[in-house]
């Protein structure tokens, strides 16, 4: 049986934080439909309410497709699909490739065709096991832990500068003029980008993610424009190889190895977005909630370097900045009772996940000391797990750590999120500090 959603009244009568509410919404959880852009930024953030509803009493939740979503002429039909709001059941299905496959239909929820379905399935997403297998092969070296920690010094400085550019105003936009801006960096230094083309990939990725548009005339040219800059890289490492991701993509053919200049294109965009948007939108929500949470706030503070790290993934935990993931069926499946057919669609909801009480205790509270915050969902779990997770983790850790020293007092003002139902993201966030003498 499904219930209504508790309102915030109840929630704040137990004492939890008021994001929990499903504010002023008085659906019932059977009427909320996923395919709605405007129901997360409605809101302030993903319906934690219909989510525990439908995790309780209807583990595999049936959402229908939605007739004024998208628009059209933007972004691209979707079909109806199953949702997955357990920890077990996104951790299990996650690891079967087998029977839940990122690429019949590719790993994102939209029902791409035709040449966009062919990028999709061309990227490191959504290739097939056998070639998956192969291009993580080829993929992982440069993101291992000796490699990174040779990158960590300069991580480290590009965080200060980044502060130092900001810690004498008192004031500034946060997501724009800080968070993104290391992400940008990291991924241009990792891939080879040149330093006058970082500006035009920062903007190209900040477009990218705006997946609303996708579908929409400007799609084509963006993706058109990160694919010849990824493919004048390519030509450049050929010519000149050095250690770079980028050139050992490039030159992989010595190894027995090769990603095809289609799947070099599109690792080339996924990681423009993959890495950037997340990245920097975890640094927003870190802000958000030690403001939500002065308590918590005062922890970490009192003890960065060591308290720091589990605050992060605590802060993945409790606001994770993708929001779902899809698979496709590829063979009758039974699932709660249910019989999938092959091309039937599972949507893997990570903050649903993410509050599971079998596997967090307490789930809704916000608690940087909690033990097992690091087993959240956030980075996916399984063959197509974040291969940029150690690095986020690392950025992270450098911005924040410098952030928090040199800005302690950060206050947000009014936060914009992301129109999106793919991402829980912050597009604008106004801060004021005690301006640095
Ligand atoms: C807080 C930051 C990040 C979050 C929350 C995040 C989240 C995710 C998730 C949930 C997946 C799983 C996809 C699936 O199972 O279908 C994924 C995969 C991936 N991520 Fe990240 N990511 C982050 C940062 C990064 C960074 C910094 C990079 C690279 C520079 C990156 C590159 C990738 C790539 C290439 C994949 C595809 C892996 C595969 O399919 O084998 N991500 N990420």
């Not at 959240?376 to 399984?382: K, N, V």
């Amino acid at each position: 049986m499904v219930t209504k959603a508790p309102g915030p009244e109840a929630a704040e009568r137990a004492g939890r934080a008021p994001e929990l509410h499903f504010r002023g919404r008085t659906d019932m959880p059977e009427d909320v439909n996923l395919l709605d852009p405007d129901l997360f930024p409605r809101g302030s953030g993903p319906p934690r309410e219909v989510f525990n509803a439908w995790r309780e009493d209807d583990p595999l939740h049936w959402n229908p497709p939605n007739p004024d979503y998208p628009p059209p002429g933007v972004a691209v039909p979707t079909r109806g699909f199953y949702v997955l709001t357990r920890y077990k059941d996104v951790a299990d299905v996650s690891r079967n490739q087998r029977v839940f496959s990122s690429h019949p239909g590719g790993p994102i929820i939209w029902d791409w065709e035709g040449e966009p379905l062919r990028r999709q399935q061309a990227g490191l997403m959504g290739m097939p096991i056998e070639q998956h297998r192969a291009a993580r092969r080829l993929v992982v070296p440069p993101f291992t832990r000796s490699e990174l920690m040779a990158f960590q010094p300069e991580i480290d400085a590009v965080a200060r500068e980044i502060v130092d550019e900001v810690a004498g105003l008192g004031e500034c936009e946060f997501v724009f003029d800080v968070a993104s801006k290391l992400p940008v960096y990291t991924f241009c230094r990792l891939t080879g980008v040149p330093a006058e083309e970082r500006d035009t990939v920062a903007r190209l990725g900040n477009l990218n993610a705006d997946v609303e548009s996708w579908g929409g005339p400007e799609e084509g040219s963006l993706t058109a424009e990160l694919f010849r800059i990824a493919g004048e890289i390519a030509a450049e490492k050929r010519r000149r190889p050095d250690k770079s991701l980028m050139s050992r993509l490039a030159n992989s053919e010595a190894d027995g190895d090769r990603l095809d200049p289609m799947a070099l294109n599109m690792f080339f965009v996924t990681m423009s977005i993959a890495g950037h948007e997340t990245t920097r939108s975890t640094a927003a929500h870190f802000v958000r909630l030690m403001n939500e949470h002065p308590d918590q706030y005062d922890l970490v503070r009192s003890d960065p370097d060591r308290r720091l790290p589990n605050a992060i993934e605590e802060v993945l935990r409790y606001a994770p900045p993708v929001v779902n993931f899809r698979r496709t069926v590829t063979e009758k499946v039974e699932l709660h009772g249910t019989t999938l057919d092959v091309g039937d669609k599972i949507y893997l909801s990570y903050p649903a996940a993410n509050r599971d009480p079998e596997m967090f205790p307490d789930p809704d509270r916000f608690d940087v000391t909690r033990e097992n915050a690091a087993r959240h969902l956030a980075f996916g779990i399984g063959p197509h797990s974040c291969i940029g997770a150690r690095l986020a983790r690392m950025q992270l850790f450098s911005l924040l750590r410098e952030m928090i020293a040199r800005m302690p007092d950060i206050r947000h003002g009014e936060i914009e999120r992301m129109r999106s139902i793919w991402f829980d993201s912050v597009i604008r966030m106004p801060v004021t500090f005690t301006p640095e003498k």
